[in-house]
């Protein structure tokens, strides 16, 4: 387990709305290597970068055209290298993002693997063995090769999907099993691209859509056992480069797999979306709504047991937005992001910030979709700096993406100034975490109150006991600790014979006897 790790904050920056410092209106590695102190300031050692790499941007990056050679429209490969040299200067680690499960279908594999004539690219890919195969139950694009087949697609049209064999073969006639040479040559295809970017200074990987390798793998055993190679290979050559995974099943990923982290996704109706976003019966049921009509058992029941099995193996991920997901503001005030912030980075296991969420960027969901972003474009939009052209994000006429054009956008400048600001609250906790390993990403984690359909809730993390309810209501429960002193507190927390009151949208971090 890399070392680094025990005192990881991340901060996922996505490239391309980051900073612009050649004025064309795209975010460039030289804006991300202008701004590095700016993401230790926050109290982040470590970078998730969303994908780099030679695209047609067609899903914005997630479609790589080359996965050793930078888009020319963020800089070179040696930009990138530079990158890694100035953030190790300043402790901090950089993760790229990994996608191993399909490439644009502009990638030299694919274009080889489309020809009649076979090579060692026929089986990269996923074909059926006639163009008149379209099996109903597979994504499969028709009658655009040359090749006299279909072939299988992850999501969009041009994202052919790489070829890890089916763990279950329903179609002998095309299908790999798992375990056929040219299955196994595109794993060490993959392994080939990361130990490319690791011997050049990258701290390790973050994984898009871990568990979507082998096809026909309902248990995700046959994906897992590539994995657990790939994990292999680091502890071997590489044991200080870390792994997290799109996957969200943490015994899955962690325990079978071998990934370091995992994250813990928003997918709706989970513990996590039952956390910050969750609807029913047209009612706002999230457990972090002042409306007070949450569940934080539904969250707890899941993530708990998760937590006991994995915490010798790895880190359960939570994050507070990332480039897929309306961000926070879409469905929560200030003053209740403040809370769930500050919930977030007390847990255990390894934090995620996504950029901008440190000053409450805006969700634009009126944006027409950019780059195959659809809903999440609104998610994308340039960071945010100062009140400058273009929020200071770029000189250009015109962006990438819009920003915020509403008079009261947050932005770095206001909000650094601002003693009731969600950056505040986002400064103050990670410093306490790392300044107390009890906080951390090691620590224990002990749940002391947390009934259905009530609050507050209440949590122990080793010699502090952190009590939070983002209800309107104020809230009096049982408290069995004797309080030394209160470390942080948001709102009014108060402890008096035996039981604890907490007012409404409030937040406290006692240290206990």
């Known amino acids: 387990m890399p070392q680094w790790l025990s005192d990881a904050v991340f901060y996922e920056i996505y490239p391309q709305s980051f900073n612009d410092t050649n004025g064309d209106g795209i975010g460039d590695i030289q804006g991300i290597i202008e701004k590095l102190d700016y993401v230790k300031g926050l109290g982040c050692n470590a970078i998730w970068l969303n994908p780099v790499y030679d695209s047609p941007f067609m899903d914005a990056g997630y479609d790589v055209r080359d996965y050793k050679k930078v888009a020319p429209r963020y800089g070179t490969n040696e930009d990138l290298v530079r990158l890694f040299d100035e953030a190790h200067k300043k402790g901090i680690k950089i993760l790229l993002d990994l996608v191993p499960g399909h490439t644009s279908d502009q990638h030299p594999w694919f274009l080889e693997s489309k020809k009649a004539k076979e090579s060692e690219y026929t089986n990269r890919y996923i074909f059926t063995k006639s163009v008149w195969d379209a099996p109903p139950e597979y994504r499969m694009m028709c009658g655009l090769c040359e090749r006299d087949g279909n072939y299988m697609v992850n999501y969009f049209s041009s994202q052919p999907a790489l070829n890890y064999g089916f763990y279950e073969v329903t179609h002998p006639e095309w299908q790999l099993p798992y375990d056929h040479p040219d299955a196994l040559a595109t794993a060490e295809a993959i392994k080939d691209v990361m130990r490319f970017w690791l011997d050049k200074g990258a701290d390790g990987f973050r994984v898009d859509m871990a568990d979507s390798l082998v096809k026909n793998d309902d248990e995700k055993i046959a994906t897992a056992k590539i994995w657990r190679g790939v994990r292999e290979m680091l502890d071997k050559d590489y044991p200080e480069a870390a792994m997290v995974s799109e996957w969200c099943n943490p015994e899955r990923a962690i325990n079978n797999a071998g990934f370091h982290m995992d994250f813990y996704l928003d997918h709706y109706g989970n513990g996590y979306s039952r956390l910050f976003r969750y609807e029913k019966d047209g009612e706002n049921k999230a457990f972090f709504h002042k409306n007070g009509k949450g569940d934080i058992t539904a969250a707890m029941d899941e993530y708990v047991p998760n937590f006991e099995k994995t915490k010798a193996n790895g880190y359960i991920s939570f994050m507070t937005n990332n480039h897929d997901m309306p961000r926070m503001t879409h469905y929560a005030d200030k003053e209740t992001i403040r809370l769930a912030f500050a919930t977030l980075f007390t847990l255990p296991g390894v934090p995620f910030l996504y950029y901008g969420d440190e000053i409450g960027m805006r969700y634009q969901g009126d944006l027409v979709s950019k780059e195959g972003g659809y809903s999440r474009t609104g ?98 429960v049982p408290f069995d600790f004797d309080v030394a002193s209160t470390l942080y507190q948001i709102g009014k927390t108060e402890v008096k014979d035996n039981k604890v009151t907490a007012y409404g949208s409030s937040f406290a971090i006692f240290e206990v006897k």
Request: aromatic letters at 10%; charged letters at 30%; glycine letters at 4%.
């Open 379 to 476: 998610s994308r939009t340039p960071m945010q700096w100062n009140s400058e052209k273009n929020l200071g994000f770029s000189t250009a006429d015109e962006c990438y993406l819009p920003v915020d054009k509403n008079a009261d956008a947050p932005t770095v400048e206001n909000q650094k100034n601002d003693p009731e600001s969600i950056y505040k609250v986002v400064t103050d906790v990670i410093a306490l975490r790392h300044n107390n390993k009890d906080l951390g990403n090691d620590g224990d984690f002990e749940v002391v109150y947390a009934e259905k359909e009530k609050y507050p809730f209440i949590y122990k993390r080793g010699k502090f006991v952190v009590v939070v309810n983002p209800s309107s209501n104020d809230e009096t």
